[in-house]
């Protein structure tokens, strides 16, 4: 599971290496809001930052400068791409993890307050 927090440079790590087919691949993150599934999905790619690579990868989101995610629950995709993808056509069309993410933050102006 990734957890995101809004308005933070947020630690993404995972284990891809181990299952990509491509050397040296890009990877192409879809963010899918479970709320709701007609939105069009998000889509995420940036350099791995891993010291090894070969035994995990690490990526950096700053929310939401990288992208904008309302609070919730995602399921989330990852793909494999030989370049920098921006859609998912660039990659080879295999998703190589899949899994949930929750974003979350400070709540303002709850009815609570």
């Known amino acids: 599971m990734i957890y995101i927090n809004k308005d933070e440079v947020n630690n993404i790590v995972l284990t891809l290496s181990e299952v990509s087919s491509l050397t040296n691949p890009f990877y192409l993150f879809v963010f899918q809001n479970e709320m709701n599934p007609e939105s069009d999905p998000i889509?995420?790619?940036?350099?791995?930052?891993?010291?090894?690579?070969?035994?995990?990868?690490?990526?950096?989101?700053?929310?939401?400068?990288?992208?904008?995610?309302?609070?919730?629950?995602?399921s989330y995709f990852v793909y494999e791409s030989l370049t920098?993808?921006?859609?998912?056509?660039?990659?080879?069309g295999l998703i190589i993890e899949e899994g949930r993410m929750v974003v979350s933050g400070a709540i303002v102006n709850s009815i609570y307050d």
Not at 45 to 67: K, M, W
């Open 43 to 74: 889509l995420f790619s940036t350099a791995d930052i891993s010291a090894y690579p070969e035994r995990y990868n690490q990526f950096l989101l700053d929310e939401p400068v990288d992208v904008e995610l309302v609070k919730g629950q995602y």
């Open 84 to 92: 920098a993808p921006t859609e998912i056509a660039d990659t080879t």
